[in-house]
């Protein structure tokens, strides 16, 4: 106390004129950085549209210092956290035509897609099977599975979407003109190497190295899904050099592998690049004499995907693998634990739909555009319309289920057109002009309409009016598009 009494001292006016003015300014601009870019993230958290939440920073925007603060938070962030500002930052440095410290908005973009790959697959990667316990059991196997058409909820599969919210998928299995179009064969050969050969599209190669079946990462890889598959079902190390023919004398000898989609045009929206990898996982256990038990070959799948850098969601390789009409759904979380439901129909209720629903082609490929990124990009940058819909298109699935079990196909048919709408709302790239002339040319025959896959192309599935055939959709199509490819399929469902 006597050494505070005896101390020197200044008015509050001295104090004031004695501060470093130079060291309180950065250090107040410093303060009020960090406040703003809290505010900024905190917003970004709750839902809010990337673009309002923005407007914290005013009308000056963000500068180099709450950049670089924003980048800092986004490296220790968790993930929800981090790929949502690596997110709103490219949509701010693209809209503002803006560079930070020589950072493009497509590069903050592709850290926060490639953020998400790399944490499904890093969870995924766990789930490879051992490959010391594999040894060639057959001669020679094939599988054959059938596409999917999906119906509801499609898009809440897809991450991160499913692994912040959980998925719900309803989807059917069917074959088209009377065939599983999906087809895989593997056999044995004396040669100490990998045979491929894709035979829709007439290539064939041969890996003899290992890191030949590593290299699996080209999207112009004829045979990306090959090497992909051989990976997540551990037969081939992921990393690390090895010898292909030592590998090989273990498992038993060289093996051919060979893919075949018959009959589905590119860019149907079926489901065919999914479920030709679940094809693959199935045929490589049992050429090994493994079980592989449905929910361990979906994680495969998905971490094929990872792998091959082609994204996606669990939904496709479920509607081909697992036969009838499905309930598909997951809790939130990184590790998607998927459970499937069969949806029990009458007998009544499976002949109506057989004779409803109709197939029909649109004579295009969908557009080459990027669809993935447009649609997860509208959820992550908090898009309005695109978590409205999102959220209701997993209400209209549990509908659509519940609908069915009661053998309401009008009603389920009026839910695929409200569906429909959700799709558009969604992605205004869904639909285009030879779509809706399409749906507006046979819109006095059916009573429900949908697409097939994210749509722009591919297939559209409609459910015809009662007394309506396929021969009557046909003819009216026929008379309008003639030759042009536009054209009703035969269709099967699969029930069991």
């Known amino acids: 106390m006597k050494s505070w009494l005896e101390s020197k001292r200044l008015s509050l006016c001295s104090s004031f004129n004695a501060a470093d003015v130079r060291a309180i300014v950065p250090w107040k601009r410093s303060i009020e950085n960090q406040v703003l870019v809290t505010c900024f993230v905190d917003r970004l958290m709750q839902g809010e549209y990337y673009e309002d939440a923005l407007r914290v920073f005013g009308d000056a925007g963000i500068?180099?210092?709450?950049?670089?603060?924003?980048?800092?938070?986004?490296?220790?962030?968790?993930?929800?956290?981090?790929?949502?500002?690596?997110?709103?930052?490219?949509?701010y440095m693209r809209n503002h035509r803006q560079s930070f410290a020589g950072a493009q908005y497509d590069a903050l973009e592709s850290k926060c897609f490639d953020e998400i790959q790399r944490v499904i697959y890093e969870n995924g990667k766990d789930k490879i099977p051992d490959f010391d316990d594999f040894h060639i059991a057959k001669e020679e196997v094939h599988v054959s599975l059938p596409v999917r058409v999906n119906w509801g909820g499609g898009w809440t599969d897809t991450p991160p979407h499913c692994n912040?919210?959980?998925?719900?998928?309803?989807?059917?299995?069917?074959?088209?003109?009377?065939?599983?179009?999906?087809?895989?064969?593997?056999?044995?050969?004396?040669?100490?190497?990998?045979?491929?050969?894709?035979?829709?599209?007439g290539v064939s190669g041969v890996a003899k190295t290992v890191e030949e079946i590593q290299d699996c990462h080209n999207p112009y890889d004829f045979f990306?899904?090959?090497?992909?598959?051989?990976?997540?079902?551990?037969?081939?190390?992921?990393?690390?050099?090895?010898?292909?023919?030592?590998?090989?004398?273990?498992?038993?000898?060289?093996?051919?592998?060979?893919?075949?989609?018959?009959?589905?045009?590119?860019?149907?929206?079926?489901?065919?690049?999914?479920?030709?990898?679940?094809?693959c996982v199935k045929a490589i256990f049992e050429f090994f004499g493994q079980e592989v038990q449905d929910a361990e070959l979906y994680d495969i799948v998905l971490c094929m995907e990872q792998i091959m850098s082609t994204g996606g969601g669990w939904q496709d390789q479920v509607g081909g693998v697992t036969a009838g009409v499905k309930m598909i759904t997951t809790e939130p979380g990184i590790n998607q634990v998927i459970q499937v439901e069969n949806v029990v129909l009458s007998e009544a209720t499976k002949k109506e739909l057989q004779e409803r629903f109709a197939l029909i082609y649109t004579g295009q490929r969908r557009l080459?555009?990027?669809?993935?990124?447009?649609?997860?990009?509208?959820?992550?940058?908090?898009?309005?319309?695109s978590t409205d819909a999102l959220d209701q298109m997993q209400r209209t699935a549990a509908l659509m289920q519940f609908e069915l079990e009661r053998g309401n196909v009008d009603r389920f048919a009026a839910l695929l057109n409200e569906h429909w709408e959700l799709s558009k709302q969604l992605d205004a790239g869904s639909t285009n002009t030879c779509i809706d002339q399409i749906f507006l040319a046979c819109e006095d025959l059916v009573d429900g309409q949908f697409i097939s896959g994210a749509g722009g192309g591919g297939f559209l599935q409609v459910i015809m009016k009662k007394g309506v055939t396929r021969e009557q959709l046909h003819q009216r199509l026929y008379s309008i598009f003639q030759d042009s490819g536009v054209d009703v399929w035969d269709t099967e469902f699969i029930w069991e």
């Open 224 to 279: 990306a899904l090959h090497k992909a598959a051989l990976i997540a079902c551990g037969i081939i190390p992921i990393e690390g050099h090895y010898e292909l023919t030592d590998i090989l004398e273990k498992l038993g000898g060289g093996f051919y592998l060979s893919t075949q989609v018959i009959g589905v045009p590119k860019g149907s929206g079926l489901g065919t690049s999914s479920i030709l990898s679940g094809a």
């Open 63 to 91: 500068n180099e210092a709450q950049y670089q603060l924003l980048m800092e938070r986004a490296e220790h962030s968790a993930f929800s956290e981090k790929i949502r500002i690596y997110y709103a930052l490219s949509r």
């Open 164 to 201: 912040e919210k959980g998925g719900v998928v309803l989807n059917a299995a069917i074959k088209l003109k009377g065939n599983y179009p999906i087809q895989v064969t593997m056999h044995r050969i004396p040669e100490l190497e990998v045979q491929f050969e894709s035979q829709d599209i």
């Open 368 to 385: 080459a555009r990027n669809l993935l990124r447009d649609v997860v990009g509208g959820y992550i940058g908090g898009r309005k319309e």
